[in-house]
Nanobody
Framework: QVQLVESGGGLVQAGGSLRLSCAAS????????MGWFRQAPGKEREFVAA????????YYGDSVKGRFTISRDNAKNTVYLQMNSLKEEDTAVYYC???????????????????WGQGTQVTVSS
């Protein structure tokens, strides 16, 4: 098993930046594919980004491409989400997720992830 704890959320003005962190404990961090999802009030949970075990492959949702960057530091058991050029529509609770998949599969659907953090609130004001 792996336990995930997100941090770094907060209130930011539109156009600003935030960096989210997700610290993992438990089994070997490099064993897991990591993802970020978000959920705004009244909306379904949405895929934001995912990263392969080595960090060599990354994937992004269409709404964040070019603005967000996912990265990981396997030595620190941490995955990051750098969010730039934030918009009001980025306001949501952001969740870190982990999964152990076979081969090089990197899921982009929430059903592909087994472990979830408690979430961190990101609010973007105009």
């Amino acid at each position: 098993q792996v336990q995930l704890v997100e941090s770094g959320g907060g209130l930011v003005q539109a156009g600003g930046s935030l960096r989210l962190s997700c610290a993992a404990s438990g089994r070997t961090f490099s064993y897991y594919v990591m993802g970020w999802f978000r959920q705004a009030p009244g909306k379904e949970r949405e895929f934001v980004a995912a990263i392969s075990r080595s960090g060599g492959s990354t994937y992004y949702g269409d709404s964040v491409k070019g603005r967000f960057t996912i990265s990981r530091d396997n030595a620190k058991n941490t995955v990051y989400l750098q969010m730039n050029s934030l918009k009001e529509e980025d306001t949501a609770v952001y969740y870190c997720a982990a999964t152990a998949t076979s081969g090089t599969v990197v899921p982009i659907r929430q059903g592909g992830y087994y472990y979830w953090g408690q979430g961190t609130q990101v609010t973007v004001s105009s």
